[in-house]
């Protein structure tokens, strides 16, 4: 089976087009096509990027993405599952109920004490015969 690099190579040889003429055409810099060419995908900046380049290069050239991918994707597996978030809610749900109360009686215990310290201190002083 011949590898990722040598058909994109060889596709771009036979319509007799040069490195720079696909940098200009697909804005991807020159190290990173010739990191395709030559198989070095470590080079590229990551694994969706390669893919990207890989995609633009491959409908650049008129070759079949949708194989070119595949076959990249099998070749280099990912390395880690992505994270998948299960249960994303902080608190359990009825919690909110139980803690209103709780935070109600807080308040007006607050507000209460706030009203007796103001009470007492704009009281005017008491004399004292």
């Known amino acids: 089976m011949e590898k990722i690099g040598t058909i994109l190579r060889n596709a771009r040889l036979d319509k007799g087009i040069s490195l720079r003429e696909v940098e200009e055409a697909t804005k991807i810099r020159l ?3 010739e990191a395709l060419e030559n198989g070095e ?3 590229l900046p990551g ?4 893919l990207g380049f890989l995609r633009s290069y491959a409908r650049f050239l008129g070759l079949d993405v949708k194989e070119l991918t595949e076959r ?5 597996p990912a390395e880690e599952e992505p994270y998948i978030v299960e249960d994303y809610s902080i608190s ?3 919690t909110e109920r139980k803690k209103f109360p709780i935070l109600l009686l807080i308040g007006v ?3 209460l004490w706030g009203v007796n310290f103001l ?3 704009y009281q005017p002083p008491v ?3």
């Open 31 to 33: 190290r990173y096509l």
């Open 41 to 43: 995908f470590e080079q």
């Open 47 to 50: 694994r969706v990027y390669a």
């Open 119 to 121: 009470y007492k201190t």
């Open 92 to 94: 359990k749900p009825g």
């Open 72 to 76: 990249f994707k099998a070749e280099f």
């Open 127 to 129: 004399e004292q015969p």
């Open 109 to 111: 215990i607050l507000f």
